[in-house]
């Protein structure tokens, strides 16, 4: 509270006695010392206030540095995606057309012969349906295996790979393969081991050799399922037979059709 200087000289003067003047003096100074904590703690405040305020103002400008970093991140994830994504497309349309001229070209050379990964002729075959489709595991290996190995058995009969149907089905399900992959290739390659170019090697799988018919079948579907994702495909055939992709492709899917 603040007093003018008349005000202070009247409560001096109205003082009854030395006490009186003495107390009023006491009062006048609490309260002047009252005022005074009251106008630093209220500086202090506002410093305090002031600070707190700036504080903020830095945050809130990180914060917004922030969002638009990561903003722009999302925009150029975004555009990534959408140019992979018309990249995939485009390959993808690129190998259709490249399997529809290899199909189309295998009906053109139906009968005729061609060189195989291994080095064997072998027939150019025309598949009856232009897609290999794909096999359903399911979750029943034991199933699996008796419903696949009696087919592919079926198809080697009579061939030196005779009777090796379960190890093929054994080695599909646990690689995660198409289970006709394997024998088919074999057909196109060697005529179902019949015309090997090295021990057991029935596939022109590369310049490997085997002891058994069970080794080299295991080795050779892991390599189908780790390289060629266990699938048929047009890109697959250009990797496994470069010369002659477009013939070994359809012979591949017309013998996997049999099996």
């Given amino acids: 509270m603040q007093q003018g200087s008349g005000g202070l000289v009247e409560m001096l003067l109205s003082a009854e006695d030395f006490y009186d003047l003495l107390t009023t003096i006491q009062y006048l100074d609490v309260i002047q010392s009252h005022s005074s904590d009251a106008v630093e703690e209220l500086v202090a405040l506002s410093e305090e206030l002031e600070q707190t305020r700036d504080s903020l103002d830095v945050q809130m400008t990180q914060a917004e540095q922030e969002r638009q970093a990561a903003a722009d991140a999302l925009a150029t994830a975004q555009a990534a995606r959408a140019s992979l994504q018309a990249q995939l497309e485009a390959q993808a349309a690129a190998e259709e057309a490249e399997r529809q001229a290899a199909l189309e070209a295998a009906e053109q050379d139906a009968g005729q012969s061609f060189e195989t990964e291994s080095g064997n002729q072998a027939e150019v075959q025309v598949p009856e349906s232009p897609d290999p489709g794909t096999v359903d595991p399911g979750d029943d290996r034991d199933a699996f295996v008796a419903e696949w190995g009696a087919r592919i058995d079926a198809y080697l009969a009579g061939s030196p790979l005779a009777g090796q ?30 015309n090997c170019f090295l021990p057991h090697n029935a596939w022109g799988w590369g310049s490997s050799s085997w002891d058994s018919w069970e080794e080299a079948i295991w080795d050779h579907v892991r ?14 055939a250009q990797m496994y037979c470069p010369p002659n992709a477009d013939h070994w492709y359809t012979s591949v899917l017309a013998n996997m059709e049999r099996i």
Avoid at 166 to 191: H, L
Avoid at 223 to 236: D, P
Wanted: hydrophobic share 40%.
């Fill in 223 to 236: 390599g189908l399922a780790t390289i060629y994702g266990g699938q048929l495909t047009y890109a697959g």
């Fill in 165 to 194: 149907g379960t190890t093929f089905a054994e080695a599909a399900w646990e690689y995660g393969c198409d289970p006709r992959f394997s024998p088919a290739i074999a057909m196109v390659e060697s005529s179902l081991g019949r």
